[in-house]
Every structure is written in structure tokens, then in C-alpha cells.
């Protein structure tokens, strides 16, 4: 039994099996997964687990080097959740957002229901 960082082993499984500059696309609950993407559904109910929570777990237990977002998220309350987590925060339109993640090697869908709230995280290394 782990005693510590994310509990939930298909989570627990994917992210061991990522590497460097792997794409992680941490989704709202209305973004559509992509086909042949690995995907893990956290979504409980509407709101349950947040964006927020969903990357504080992931930024204590992994290695991010940046962070990709729509640029629509600057008009939500998603924007101060990005940018207090992220020193390099790159912004692209959420249709390119949307095929971006068709290269992600992981997809993770929370239960977030705000607009854009969505994060493509690339994997860094700890050394």
C-alpha cells in the first residue's frame, strides 16, 4: 500500500510508463479524449475532482518542464490556476489545443466544468 502522492493505480500505471517530453493532456470534463490515447477518467460528478486538485497531485509526484493551454482560458477563473503553478506557460487556440492532444501519450479527464480548463503538461526529468 502506498503512503504517499496519487493513489489511484491506472493513474499510478500510466505515468510510470512516461518519459521525457512525453505530452500529458489534462482535460474538463467536456473535452473530447482523442482516439488510440491512453485516457484515465477521474471524473466523479460535475466539479469533482477539480483541475486544480488534479494538477497539484500530478506536479507533487512528476517532473513538468512546461505547460500548454488555450488561449480562451485567459477570460475564466481558470487562468490564476495555471499561472501560479506555472513559471513557462505557453497559449495556443483551443482548436489546436484539441489536436494537440492526439499526440498525448496520456489523457486525463476530471470533472472540472469550467470553459478551457484544460492543461497539456510535457514531462521533464529530475536531473
Partial sequence: MKKTGILNA????????????????VADCGLPAPA??????LALVRGIPRLEQVLDALLAD??????????E????????????RFAQ?????????KDLSASAKLFIRTGE??????????CGVAF
Fill in 89 to 97: 506557460l505557453d497559449y495556443i487556440s483551443h482548436d489546436s489545443l
Fill in 36 to 41: 488510440g490515447v491512453t485516457v484515465v477518467d
Fill in 10 to 25: 491506472e493513474l499510478n500505471f500510466a505515468l510510470s510508463k512516461l518519459g521525457h517530453t512525453d505530452l500529458i493532456l
Fill in 113 to 122: 466544468a469550467t470553459a478551457y480548463a484544460n492543461a497539456a503538461l510535457y
Fill in 73 to 84: 482560458v485567459k477570460s475564466t477563473l481558470a487562468q490564476p490556476w495555471l499561472t501560479r
Fill in 62 to 71: 512528476i517532473v513538468v518542464e512546461r505547460c500548454v493551454a488555450a488561449e
